[in-house]
């Protein structure tokens, strides 16, 4: 299996797209694969059905998240240093959700839809009279920004560089968004730091400048929220804060933006579903979101650890072993999905694996993540009679996040 181990593990193999046929031949023929590290890990078993996924997260007992979620190996100084919410497992987990979830229940993103839609005409307003841009940058990019500025209570003049700051942590792999990539320089001095990244120190910083603003006056804002305690008394301390507000900056607004692009990419591809678009009612556009999150996978994976000796499919996994979900194809499942190498914006049921549903690690902003895509694909029809692509896309380099840095795109104004 060496072959498609250097495949599926390779940041380059995804700057060409995602590796679907190594991933159906490992469904079909070592479901749960050992799997190599070219750049010297230890190695892991790659979990590839979508019922394996589904079990594996579901059993936290036996495949754990504290000891990270990332293919690299961390030793206990660089664990409890960069732990965040996703390297938590219960009761830890449960805590620290509690205090942080009460801004992104289904109940409390509803009330967002006005603003979501405001933020959004307000992008595409700005772009009124030009038909040839650049999707990503003008638009998948700057509704997310805008809005994770909005919910944090925080300046416009910072959100570009706040987010080029994301963009250095999630893009480790990419020399563009990076002068630290991991597989490509040193990063030893930062092992201590999100992503093996200078960067944290930033966001760190500009974090713990919010908080203090906030303790002095508070606002109606997610910053606020979180620093109150809860009914029984209980909050965070600045480091779990930091990390919490350093992990909306990067996660919150990169898989909401290239998910948002790939729905481009099919508007593009199938101009009679986008013109469609405006008759759809508010049911039929959430189908059609939760069919551009399968398709778009845009978190390609996460990892677990053994805790116990078990088995699956036949496979002795090991205490200490490391575990990769590739959620990526598990979406692809041929014994899930019906065709699922066909988009169906009709798709009924589709239970795919975007957010890391059906486990407790649900992503916090998944609420909020499908109101976004379904809103600004609501004022994309609304304001353009059709959509193209006019280029070949530029994709991010990475075997964690699916994504596509360039699309440019020929719009037709109504």
């Known amino acids: 299996m060496t072959d498609v181990s250097q495949i599926i593990t390779s940041h380059d193999t995804y700057v060409e797209g995602v590796p679907h046929d190594a991933f159906a031949a490992l469904r079909r023929d070592q479901p749960v694969a050992w799997t190599t590290e070219a750049d010297g890990g230890r190695g892991f078993w790659s979990i590839t059905k979508y019922e394996d996924i589904l079990y594996v997260s579901r059993h936290a007992d036996l495949f754990s998240s504290r000891f990270g979620i990332r293919m690299e190996d961390m030793d206990e100084e660089e664990t409890e240093a960069r732990r965040t919410l996703m390297e938590m497992d219960s009761p830890e987990h449960t805590r620290l959700r509690r205090l942080v979830a009460r801004p992104f229940t289904p109940r409390a993103v509803a009330d967002y839809e006005g603003v979501v839609r405001e933020l959004a005409a307000e992008v595409l307003g700005e772009l009124r009279g030009r038909e040839e841009f650049d999707f990503v940058k003008l638009v998948a990019r700057e509704l997310p920004m805008k809005m994770l500025g909005r919910l944090m209570g925080l300046p416009n003049e910072d959100l570009d560089w706040l987010v080029s700051r994301g963009d250095a942590l999630i893009g480790n792999t990419d020399p563009e968004f990076t002068d630290y990539v991991v597989d490509q320089t040193d990063t030893s001095a930062y092992r201590l730091l999100p992503f093996r990244s200078p960067v944290a120190l930033e966001l760190f910083e500009y974090a713990q400048r919010a908080l203090d603003e906030r303790r002095l006056a508070p606002t109606h804002d997610i910053i606020t929220a979180i620093l109150q305690p809860n009914a029984e008394g209980d909050a965070l301390d600045d480091v779990a804060l930091k990390n919490f507000f350093t992990l909306m900056v990067a996660a919150g607004n990169d898989t909401t933006r290239y998910t948002m692009v790939s729905g481009a990419r099919l508007f593009s591809e199938y101009p009679e579903l986008f013109s469609a678009l405006p008759s759809m009612d508010v049911a039929a556009m959430k189908t059609l979101v939760d069919e551009v999150l399968r398709w778009s996978s845009t978190t390609m994976h996460f990892r677990r650890t053994v805790t116990s000796d078990t088995e699956l499919r036949g496979q002795t996994l090991r205490a200490g072993d490391k575990v990769v979900l590739w959620y990526v194809s598990g979406n692809f499942d041929e014994d899930q999905f019906v065709d699922p190498y066909r988009f169906d914006p009709s798709r009924t049921p589709n239970d795919h694996l975007a957010f890391g549903l059906h486990s407790a690690h649900l992503c916090l902003g998944?609420?909020?993540?499908?109101?976004?895509?379904?809103?600004?694909?609501?004022?994309?029809?609304?304001?353009?009679?059709?959509l193209e692509v006019?280029?070949?896309?530029?994709?991010?380099?990475?075997?964690?996040?699916?994504?596509?840095?360039?699309?440019?795109?020929?719009v037709t104004w109504r």
């Open 390 to 410: 006019l280029g070949p896309e530029e994709r991010l380099r990475s075997n964690f996040i699916s994504g596509v840095k360039r699309l440019p795109v020929h």
């Open 366 to 386: 998944a609420h909020l993540a499908r109101l976004e895509l379904r809103v600004m694909f609501e004022e994309m029809a609304r304001s353009w009679s059709r």
